[in-house]
DNA sequence: TTGAGGTTAGACAGACCTGTCTGGTATTGT
DNA sequence: ACAATACCAGACAGGTCTGTCTAACCTCAA
């Protein structure tokens, strides 16, 4: 039957890959870094990730999982830091605020990834299942705060959240998340008035 | 010396090239479409494109500075057609309102033209003078009405205007603009009460 | 008519990309 | 020790891309 050292090693070379497509495909984009860019980053041969991945595009679509992940979970955590809805709502613009000031923030991977591709390829189901996401917890924190209209509300965060993002990028603007965080507090206050 | 014919010839070319890079371009990005798409499309010979653009990346560059004009255009009638700055920046959003709704709508040309973009080629310049020309327009039209912080209003103003934009293209979202409005009314009558 | 300059279609070079395949190697369980 | 299995390195095929070049053509001006 199969072993399992065989299986470590396999996750080994698969998490490698994962670790080095990260690093270079949000650096510096999806069709810009060509797969043996990829392989000699990660130092595994070229078979095994066809072996693991099967293609370029699911490599991309495992990296954009893997990001997907780690971004569900800070969010998470910083709003469950928090028992006020209103706070916690807060919370997830100080997170950006810490995001933008990372050395390497280089925007939104999804938002990249998304104008990047072509429509025959598997990005635009992560991306838009990674964007219902917030929407979502949004919505949630704006019912539990008691907004009259949670969904009007959640979606008025999304563009903030987007919003930031873009200026963040683009004009390296270090003020975005702040300036969002401010018009995100006065439209909360303003639907839970 | 040189006739005028040549010169008329030259300018079809160049316009036909024109208007073929931007259908293909907005259409289906910068990277995925090829020189002899655009070619074909302009019913021109390779040649002519290179003897006109010298290369696809300038070609590249003048697609986005006359989408740059017409948008500039769009926007600056849109605020003249308002007396009070206020109903000015509202018209903005108004005009985004239309833009989304209109048939091929796929984002903001600038905004997908640099997540496609490598540092090297110089779309990144023409994207952020044209995000500088906007934010100029809110800060000025926030000065003008009575704005505590024009900049600190027009900042608001590009956030909101952003988020809309990527709201609309990857939610698919046809109240974006609407809910940016609303917003921007708000923190406008915050700003300036 | 003749010549010049811009045009066209298309071949071509050189580079890059994805994906396959071959052969050699190290590690594992028996 | 031995066989199985995944690993590595790299050649290779087939395709696409940008950009150059050739040769024929058309349109004007003298």
Redesign the pocket.
């Known amino acids: 039957m ?5 299986t470590q ?2 996750l ?2 698969r998490e490698r890959l994962l670790a080095a497509a990260d690093e270079l495909f949000y650096a510096e984009g999806v069709h810009t870094v ?4 990829v392989i000699e980053r990660a ?6 990730l ?3 991945f099967g ?3 699911e490599l991309v679509r495992a990296y954009l999982s893997a990001r997907q992940l780690r971004r569900q979970a800070r969010i998470a955590t910083a709003v469950a830091q928090h028992d006020d809805p209103r706070a916690a709502i807060l919370g997830v613009f100080d997170l950006l605020d810490e995001i933008f000031a990372e050395p390497g923030f280089r925007g939104c991977a999804f938002l990249n990834a998304s104008a990047e591709s072509r429509p025959e390829e598997s990005v635009d189901s992560v991306c838009s299942e990674t964007r219902g996401w917030i929407r979502a917890v949004f919505a949630d924190l704006a019912r539990t705060a008691g907004a009259a209209d949670p969904d009007e509300l959640a979606g008025q965060l999304v563009l903030l959240y987007d919003g930031a993002t873009v200026s963040a990028q683009l004009d390296r603007n270090k003020a975005a998340a702040r300036t969002a965080r401010a018009v995100a507090a006065a439209m909360v206050d303003a639907a839970t008035g």
Chains 1, 2 share one sequence.
Do not use: M
Request: glycine letters at 12%; zero cysteines; charged letters at 25%.
């Open positions: 199969t072993t399992v050292p065989l090693n396999k080994g070379a060509g797969i043996d860019r130092g595994v041969a070229k078979a095994s066809y072996n693991t293609s370029k595009d």
